[in-house]
């Protein structure tokens, strides 16, 4: 009963591909995040979703592009990845009271 | 937008001692702030929050200090163990609609048997 759970765990890929990253929280919380870790664990912030509203778009390349079919779900596309794209993407959710995240186990995409 | 500086990026102790993590944040309106527990391989864990109203607050041997003034936060770990080897985050936040968390940069802690 994983309260934040992310697929796939790992993710190997060409550069150039298109991938995408799913994200589902069983928790019934209002807002979910997607933050990326770089390889020296700095955790930013990328994207989040409050009842499949974006309200924060921070500087990240338009070849990212979240999608929330419904408030339970918010997955990552990625189109035309780079080197640089490789790193672990955590998704989070946050209830409506506005304190504290849970976060998922985290995808490691490494592109090649 | 707001910032938040964490220090020290490394800290090594011997199991038994205390630890101590300091962060600073900038912007006054923050509120709301977290310290996570990340062990190797595994997602970010909330260990212990403090909200903007409080000095401080404690659970059993983490203990987080809040200077609202200075604008700066810290989380002490007293009798540590070598479960408590992980890198920790401190964050900030505004709370409820803004409440994206900004992350300090992480302190990888080790302690030693």
């Known amino acids: 009963d994983t309260a934040v759970s992310q697929t796939p765990k790992y993710l190997v890929t060409q550069m150039g591909n298109d991938k995408s990253i799913k994200c589902e929280q069983n928790l019934g919380h209002d807002t979910m995040y997607w933050y990326k870790q770089d390889s020296k664990k700095f955790l930013k912030i990328m994207f989040s979703y409050n009842n499949k509203e974006l309200i924060i778009n921070e500087t990240v390349p338009n070849r990212f592009s979240p999608k929330s079919p419904d408030k339970a779900h918010l997955n990552l596309h990625i189109n035309s990845l780079e080197l640089g794209d490789s790193a672990v993407y955590f998704c989070?959710?946050?209830?409506?009271?506005?304190?504290?995240?849970?976060f998922g186990s985290g995808t490691r995409l490494t592109v090649v | 937008g707001e910032n938040v500086e964490q220090h020290p990026s490394t800290l090594s102790v011997q199991e038994g001692d205390s630890a101590v993590i300091k962060c600073t944040y900038s912007d006054s309106a923050s509120n709301y702030f977290p310290w996570y527990k990340q062990e190797l391989g595994k997602r970010p864990q909330l260990i212990i929050d403090?909200?903007?109203?409080?000095g401080e607050k404690k659970d059993q041997r983490i203990a987080v200090t809040l200077n609202k003034t200075a604008k700066h936060f810290s989380l002490h770990i007293t009798e540590t163990q070598p479960e408590d080897s992980a890198v920790y985050f401190c964050a900030a936040s505004k709370g409820l609609r803004q409440g994206n968390l900004i992350f300090g940069k992480g302190t990888k802690l080790s302690v030693k048997p």
């Open positions: 989070a959710s946050m209830a409506a009271g506005g304190l504290g995240y849970t």
């Open positions: 403090i909200r903007s109203n409080v």
